[in-house]
């Protein structure tokens, strides 16, 4: 299986700033990588899909980026609703793996 | 709209059997697949298999055969996820999520269910 490590596993930041989560994939996935957000409570949301597309209906401040095994998600203005926990997930080839999670907290 | 919606939460006792449905509605339900993603309280996502809406076929991903069974009503376009002798660690909420079909590798997770909760406890 693919094992997908995101860093940091927790963050702390402020209303306006620039954040940065990484991805890393154990081998090679080409750009089939997504991204979640998951607020408590409720299901995942897809806010990128091949690696740097943005899904319809979610904000320009989200932005991805990277192929191959290094991937990143950045938040180019953070906003209030954007505290909280996201993931990605490789679809490369079965079976589909998660990273940990990185948990987004306001400073 | 495009919606997967779920049964609601359930309480059994170790042992028992629980059945989860996923209703799906606003789009052709054998276009997509099914996945079904388990969330223990307080962890991650763990991605735990799909079934194929069109042959009916499941895979399951390591750690989920023998008491987890995927299967299908296409009649009212709604997926289903059984699991027996349920035992304390299966305590979770349990996701249903499509994701299109005809796509090699595959693709993203566009729509999930609201998630069900099943708390096993004596």
């Known amino acids: 299986a693919i094992r997908m490590t995101q860093s940091p596993s927790s963050l702390s930041a402020s209303t306006g700033d620039r954040v940065t989560i990484t991805c890393r994939a154990s081998q090679g996935i080409s750009s089939y990588l997504a991204w979640y957000q998951q607020k408590p409570g409720k299901a995942p949301k897809l806010l990128i899909y091949?690696?740097?597309t943005l899904q319809s209906g979610v904000p320009s401040r989200f932005s991805g980026s990277g192929s191959g095994t290094d991937f990143t998600l950045t938040i180019s203005c953070l906003q209030s609703e954007d505290f909280a926990t996201y993931y990605c997930q490789q679809y490369y080839s079965y079976p589909r793996t998660f990273g940990q999670g990185t948990r987004l907290e306001i400073k | 709209q495009v919606q997967l919606v779920q049964s609601g939460s359930e309480l059994k006792k170790p042992g028992a059997s629980v059945k989860v449905s996923c209703k799906a509605s606003?789009?052709?339900?054998?276009?997509?697949?099914m996945n079904w993603v388990r969330q223990a309280p307080g962890q991650g996502l763990e991605w735990m298999g799909w079934?194929?809406?069109?042959?009916?076929?499941?895979t399951y991903a390591q750690g989920f055969t023998g008491r987890f069974v995927f299967s299908l009503d296409t009649s009212v376009s709604t997926a289903y996820l059984q699991i027996s002798s349920l035992k304390a660690e299966d305590t979770a909420v349990y996701y249903c999520a499509r994701d299109v079909l005809a796509v090699v590798p595959g693709d993203a997770f566009d729509i999930w269910g609201q998630g069900t909760m099943v708390t096993v406890s004596s």
């Open positions: 079934i194929n809406t069109n042959t009916g076929n499941p």
């Open positions: 606003g789009y052709t339900f054998t276009s997509y697949a």
């Open positions: 091949a690696a740097s």
